[in-house]
């Protein structure tokens, strides 16, 4: 049997950068063309996450896991997200642990269903199989998160890089609010 040897990651909150590094996947606001519905009158090409995933084979029995570290900022009304995806396996869920931060869980399902849940230090937060997700900063600081999920689960950005997802969470009277997509 060929074996794969246990190891530790650590993630330093200070500088908010995992060890060792993995696979890092930077998003700015130009590698999330159509995501936002104001993202023309934008200056420059702001930083709005950053994806830490620890080097694993991405295989049945495996456990991949990841750190998100979410910008704060808004492009328009709507506060900094991930572009969100489904798995590319359906019937693999997701489990979200936040460290640092706040801010909201947008899911939905690909009949339209959704769900909004809060995020703050200390949450877990339980995606179903099925369901679509994208996490989004509503606070001051980094919004920071570890995922765990399958192996093999895979990303699919297809179907939310075509049509987005139903529900946008912006900032309305200084407080964010859930809001339908009108583009939907």
């Not at 702001?46 to 570290?69: A, S």
């Not at 709507?78 to 019937?91: A, F, I, N, S, W």
């Not at 642990?97 to 706040?102: A, K, P």
């Not at 009949?111 to 989004?136: A, C, F, N, Q």
């Amino acid at each position: 049997m060929n074996y794969m040897d246990p190891f530790n990651s650590f993630f330093n909150m200070k500088e908010l950068e995992l060890e060792p590094e993995g696979d890092l996947i930077a998003r700015r606001l130009s590698d999330m063309q159509g995501m936002y519905q104001q993202e023309d009158n934008v200056a420059g090409n702001p930083k709005i996450y950053e994806y830490y995933n620890v080097r694993l084979p991405e295989i049945p029995g495996h456990l991949q896991h990841c750190v998100t570290v979410i910008s704060p900022g808004k492009i328009g009304k709507e506060y900094h997200m991930t572009k969100g995806h489904y798995h590319e396996v359906e019937e693999t869920a997701e489990i979200y642990f936040t460290i640092q931060g706040r801010g909201k869980l947008v899911m939905q399902t690909k009949e339209g269903d959704s769900k909004v849940l809060d995020m703050e230090e200390g949450m877990i937060s339980y995606i179903p199989p099925y369901w679509s997700h994208r996490t989004i900063n509503t606070g001051e600081e980094p919004l920071v998160f570890v995922g765990v999920y399958p192996g093999n689960a895979g990303h699919d950005y297809g179907d939310i890089e075509e049509r987005g997802m139903k529900k946008l969470v912006v900032e309305e009277d200084g407080q964010p609010k859930v809001i339908d997509n009108p583009d939907y």
